[in-house]
């Protein structure tokens, strides 16, 4: 998978990450002279020297800056850093030193451990150990409630687990398409009309980032026809969704996909 963000500091270099949840300090965060790290507690010893450094957001005083280039000349520095926001300190430190640097980045698609590509050139990091996937999610409304699925045990992902109807989108085949197609297939259903197309979502599951195609669709039937990918269905509430074991990503699209379709009804409704 690549994953565009900004490139900060020029320059390309490539090796394992170490992956801090908080924002981090170089002053007082590194010892300078091993290029181990100091904090976080629980990763304290941890070296640097050679990684790919990632943290969401740089903090503490400006020597911070200096402490990076101090790393760089006694040969303890990462090799670059990725960021979900770069700020001064850290940005100054990494063109100093030379180290490339890239942000807006989502911290949650990376793993501890992850082989990564950081190009600062491109704005890029690049992890080849994991594939990139498009699905699309499909979310049917009838009413008040939404429709869930339970996946059966002869699919190939998240068997058990409910979802909205879902399928991979083909080569050469756009994401709209696969929807009206996979709502056929698996349900019968020809006349579902269209309300909303979601803003695609990221999801890591292993190795494998799914990227969600999200889509609200209205029906006038509850009663559908399911398929070999499914064992059961239901029509719920929203707010019953958390009762369920569903595949991951499934609350996000479905709470993003209602809050536009609420959003519109308001607006049309202030039009009278």
């Given at each position: 998978?690549?994953?565009?963000?900004?490139?900060?500091?020029?320059?390309?270099?490539?090796?394992?990450?170490?992956?801090?949840?908080?924002?981090?300090?170089?002053l007082g965060g590194i010892d300078t002279k091993t290029g181990s790290l100091l904090v976080p507690e629980e990763m304290k010893g941890r070296q640097i020297a050679g990684r790919v450094l990632v943290f969401p957001v740089g903090?503490?005083?400006?020597?911070?800056?200096?402490?990076?280039?101090?790393?760089?000349?006694?040969?303890?520095?990462?090799?670059?850093?990725?960021?979900?926001?770069?700020?001064?300190?850290?940005?100054?430190?990494?063109?100093?030193?030379?180290?490339?640097?890239?942000?807006?980045?989502?911290?949650?698609?990376?793993?501890?451990?992850?082989?990564?590509?950081?190009?600062?050139?491109?704005?890029?990091?690049?992890?080849?150990?994991?594939?990139?996937?498009?699905?699309?999610?499909?979310?049917?409304?009838?009413?008040?409630?939404?429709?869930?699925?339970?996946?059966?045990?002869?699919?190939?992902?998240?068997?058990?687990?409910?979802?909205?109807?879902s399928g991979f989108v083909e080569k050469g085949e756009m994401p709209l398409e696969t929807a009206f197609k996979e709502i056929m297939e698996e349900l019968g259903i020809n006349n579902a009309k269209l309300v909303k197309t979601?803003?695609?979502?990221?999801?890591?599951?292993?190795?494998?980032?799914?990227?969600?195609?999200?889509?609200?669709?209205?029906?006038?039937?509850?009663?559908?026809?399911?398929?070999?990918?499914?064992?059961?269905?239901?029509?719920?509430?929203?707010?019953?969704?958390?009762?369920?074991?569903?595949?991951?990503?499934?609350?996000?699209?479905?709470?993003?996909?209602?809050?536009?379709?609420?959003?519109?009804?308001?607006?049309?409704?202030?039009?009278?």
């Amino acid at each position: 998978m690549i994953l565009k963000g900004r490139g900060i500091s020029r320059g390309r270099a490539e090796g394992n990450l170490v992956l801090i949840q908080s924002p981090f300090s170089f002053l007082g965060g590194i010892d300078t002279k091993t290029g181990s790290l100091l904090v976080p507690e629980e990763m304290k010893g941890r070296q640097i020297a050679g990684r790919v450094l990632v943290f969401p957001v740089g903090k503490g005083s400006t020597v911070g800056s200096y402490t990076i280039l101090e790393l760089k000349r006694a040969g303890n520095s990462p090799v670059a850093i990725v960021n979900e926001k770069a700020e001064p300190i850290v940005a100054t430190g990494a063109v100093m030193a030379g180290l490339p640097l890239v942000d807006k980045i989502d911290l949650s698609l990376l793993r501890d451990g992850d082989y990564a590509i950081v190009d600062g050139n491109e704005g890029t990091v690049e992890i080849p150990g994991v594939v990139e996937k498009h699905v699309v999610s499909c979310i049917l409304k009838k009413g008040d409630r939404i429709l869930i699925l339970k996946r059966s045990e002869k699919v190939g992902t998240f068997r058990g687990h409910w979802a909205g109807v879902s399928g991979f989108v083909e080569k050469g085949e756009m994401p709209l398409e696969t929807a009206f197609k996979e709502i056929m297939e698996e349900l019968g259903i020809n006349n579902a009309k269209l309300v909303k197309t979601g803003t695609p979502l990221m999801i890591r599951s292993g190795e494998i980032l799914w990227t969600i195609h999200p889509y609200l669709f209205n029906v006038d039937e509850s009663r559908v026809t399911t398929d070999w990918e499914h064992t059961e269905y239901r029509w719920i509430l929203p707010s019953e969704l958390a009762s369920y074991e569903i595949v991951p990503g499934l609350d996000n699209v479905i709470s993003s996909l209602l809050a536009s379709d609420r959003n519109r009804k308001s607006q049309n409704d202030s039009e009278y």
